[in-house]
């Protein structure tokens, strides 16, 4: 059974960094793209980073574009967020993603992935 396991997370100053880490369980699973969601209190989950391994094509959102960047190795399908100057809005729960299924195209909703980790807590205040 393929599982994501997610690290990293808690609470951050405004301002500051983070850096979240995913691994895909399965040794052999053999994947297209890992992306990174967050879902707020009350408020519908949101894309906010991708890479797609062939051509490692990044994509984001440009809420988040400038203070993120998604990075990984999909030799051992890990994908890292790292996130900057981080602001209260972002505080959400985040969810690492992966599929298997290959796209000719950008990954940026949640309906291109199948695997899900169980998500991990962010929370940034002064």
């Known amino acids: 059974q393929v599982q994501l396991v997610q690290s990293g997370g808690g609470w951050i100053p405004t301002g500051g960094s983070l850096r979240l880490s995913c691994v895909v369980s399965d040794s052999t699973f053999n994947g297209a793209a890992m992306g990174w969601f967050r879902q707020a209190p009350g408020k519908e989950r949101e894309f906010v980073a991708s890479?797609?391994?062939?051509?490692?094509?990044?994509t984001y959102p440009d809420s988040v574009r400038g203070r993120v960047t998604i990075s990984g190795d999909y030799r051992n399908n890990t994908a890292f967020l790292q996130m900057n100057n981080l602001k209260p809005e972002d505080t959400a729960l985040y969810y690492c993603a992966a599929t298997e299924l290959f796209r000719n195209e950008i990954y940026n909703n949640a309906g291109q992935f199948n695997y899900w980790g169980l998500g991990t807590q962010v929370t940034v205040s002064s």
């Open positions: 890479i797609r391994w062939v051509g490692r094509i990044t």
